[in-house]
């Protein structure tokens, strides 16, 4: 068995980035270094580089999501990045969706002990759950499969005019070229490469942003969204 890596102390810039949340974010590390690597959801060599590759590298996306809007972390694993840009921002109310029941039950955990009262964790697939959950502003992933086969899965979930941010690493561009035919079925109008976390993390994150217009998810999803509507009245009005 392999002895547990130590958790090395918080960098300053993680004081600056989490605020008044810097010892839930600090609690949450460590959550992450014991509970998280005992139970299978993050392997014993990431917690030497656990502050700056995922909690740091994760909370700095919160500089281009737009104040006040409902986000959807997609595929949420172990919390990244929905509960480093939860700590960081009350502002949004946050959706950490997961399929598997171990994973579910640590966010759950984690969301009470740190008291994110804007965060909810639902358990499904996000085809699963397309017209149960109320389409978001934002839908955020890292790490959770290539782009054009995320975005199947994530651009149904938004609203009209949202937006997908997928934390992506040295592969973005090459990523965004060939998904782009996907992505225009998709109901994509619009999409960029930004970086994020100038003098928080090195190298900086790279953010792929995927922009709807007012059919996310394309022709294809408008029937099914439409569907799960009617559904959805029907079983309020029994």
């Not at 949004?92 to 969301?111: A, G, Q, S, Y």
């Not at 149960?132 to 995320?150: G, Q, S, W």
């Not at 408008?222 to 009005?237: E, L, S």
Request: net charge neutral; glycine share 10%.
């Amino acid at each position: 068995m392999m002895e547990a890596a130590e958790l090395p102390p918080a960098p300053e810039q993680a004081r600056d980035v989490f605020g008044e949340r810097f010892a839930d974010a600090v609690r949450y590390a460590e959550l992450l270094a014991e509970a998280g690597v005992q139970r299978g959801l993050i392997g014993p060599r990431e917690v030497p580089r656990l502050w700056e590759r995922h909690l740091l590298n994760c909370a700095v996306l919160s500089e281009v999501v737009p104040e006040g809007v409902t986000v959807c972390d997609v595929g949420s694993g172990a919390g990244l990045p929905g509960i480093p840009l939860a700590l960081v921002r009350d502002d949004l109310k946050i959706t950490l969706l997961e399929p598997l029941l171990r994973r579910t039950n640590f966010l759950t955990e984690v969301v009470e002990l740190l008291g994110l009262d804007h965060v909810t964790v639902v358990r499904g697939r996000a085809e699963e759950v397309m017209g149960k959950l109320p389409p978001v502003h934002v839908v955020t992933a890292r790490a959770v499969a290539p782009l054009d086969r995320l975005a199947t899965w994530g651009i149904p979930l938004l609203r009209p005019y949202g937006e997908m941010l997928a934390l992506k690493g040295d592969t973005a561009e090459e990523e965004l070229k060939s998904a782009a035919t996907a992505l225009s079925k998709l109901g994509a109008v619009q999409t960029s490469i930004l970086h994020v976390g100038e003098g928080v993390v090195d190298p900086m994150s790279t953010v792929v942003r995927v922009e709807v217009g007012e059919s996310p998810g394309g022709v294809r999803f408008a029937a099914k969204r439409a569907k799960a509507a009617r559904m959805g009245r029907a079983r309020r009005r029994r």
